[in-house]
């Protein structure tokens, strides 16, 4: 479908951001862009570069055919290009800077983009039924084993967990790996964790929608089959039964170990080796898609012996720990569309509803090259600050 080009930001409002995207939703009358958002291109206020409409649809190829390639088509969603006038990224930057986190306001909205992309506005999949989305940041999902590590404290802690002593905002007893284990006590563990601590943590949020004829003062009791003040236990076993059954978690375990071979530690040398000779081309799809089948071909027993395929597979490792899990669950009884079991749980408390969910995975742009060095300095950062303070835990269990 060809969308007609934005020139009025009214109806647009704050949903949120990453690093190199912010987010807005619609919320007018148009039926055109009902239950859509609106993913805008950020910059630093210091690049002046003006991109072209080829470097904008760049991004939007890379996740289509590259990212849904791999992670699986059903857990991405589509991007369809809208022009955006400079008058409407003026004055929507306007409208939507009192809604913005001051952590985030060292990058400004790209107000020379041409073009920007709608995409489904997940918390609204069911719109006739209350719904709850679960925004889940699961980091890296393994211990790094390469021959090329220089401390074994990366073969004992994870990365997330030795980082957040660096930061020191450590979630006691909050640990990735058990969250990617598979293991149902494990799991279970990791989300009341995690569940205890929001809206502090970074690594799990939660919204509620309410359906489009209910107020929203009625929609969690609705959603949860009036379940008083217990919502996140319920929450957390809902949460524990999908991450269990579907194979998004072990997908992305195994894209971020397999892309990751080396370590950053046998990346940097390979990386100061080729780019100064200028062969590090990032924005070219069909190089992309040559490394998706280099890959491919690796992974099925081929030697391919390519120091340019070793970092391209590294930037896209490090695209999957940076990713988001986006959960949508609704009950099954009150949407429209049929129950399908593949997509629905049953909670082990008698009373409730089946929920059913939906999984995508979202903040898959590619990461910049450059920022290779940058990478493997807070690696040494981190590995550094814990030998220095003698940094102890239980060990983190790769499994």
Not at 12 to 26: A, T
Not at 140 to 146: E, H, Q, V
Not at 317 to 337: G, Q
Request: neutral net charge.
């Amino acid at each position: 479908m060809i969308y007609p080009a934005l020139h009025t930001a009214e109806n647009w409002e704050y949903v949120g951001e990453g690093n190199q995207n912010i987010v807005v939703r619609y919320t007018g009358d148009n039926t055109v862009y009902k239950r859509k958002v609106l993913r805008i291109v950020k910059c630093d206020e210091k690049e002046s570069k003006n991109p072209t409409k080829n470097d904008l649809l760049f991004k939007q190829q890379f996740i289509e055919k590259i990212i849904r390639n791999l992670v699986g088509h059903e857990y991405i969603l589509l991007m369809e290009p809208v022009t955006t006038s400079l008058a409407f990224l003026h004055q929507l930057e306007k409208n939507i800077e009192h809604a913005r986190p001051v952590s985030r306001l060292k990058k400004k909205i790209m107000t020379n983009a041409c073009i920007s992309f709608l995409m489904d506005d997940l918390t609204q999949l069911w719109p006739d039924s209350p719904s709850l989305t679960i925004e889940l940041k699961p980091k890296w999902g393994f211990k790094p084993s390469s021959q090329f590590i220089t401390s074994d404290v990366k073969k004992k802690y994870c990365r997330f967990c030795i980082h957040s002593h660096l930061r020191e905002n450590a979630i006691k007893d909050y640990c990735p790996l058990d969250l990617y284990s598979g293991d149902p006590i494990r799991v279970k563990k990791a989300l009341c964790t995690l569940l205890k601590h929001v809206p502090k943590t970074k690594n799990l949020k939660i919204t509620f929608a309410h359906g489009a004829n209910e107020q929203p003062s009625n929609f969690k009791s609705t959603l949860l089959h009036n379940a008083n003040n217990g919502d996140f236990a319920i929450i957390e076993e809902i949460l524990e039964k999908i991450l269990l059954k579907d194979p998004i978690l072990s997908r992305l375990k195994a894209l971020q170990t397999s892309l990751d071979e080396l370590d950053v530690e046998g990346i940097l040398p390979l990386y100061n080796c080729l780019s100064l000779s200028g062969a590090l081309e990032t924005q070219d799809i069909r190089i992309w898609e040559d490394v998706v089948s280099n890959y491919l071909q690796r992974q099925n027993g081929v030697t391919i012996n390519d120091d340019s395929q070793r970092i391209y597979e590294y930037l896209l490792s490090m695209t999957f720990k940076d990713c988001s899990i986006m959960i949508n669950i609704a009950s099954a009884s009150n949407t429209n569309n049929s129950d399908n079991s593949e997509n629905s749980v049953t909670l082990s408390r008698k009373g409730y509803p089946i929920f059913k969910y939906d999984v995508k995975v979202v903040d898959t742009d590619l990461k910049s090259i450059d920022k290779i060095p940058h990478w493997y300095n807070l690696d040494q950062s981190i590995v550094k600050n814990a030998i220095d303070t003698n940094f102890k835990k239980e060990e983190c269990i790769n499994q």
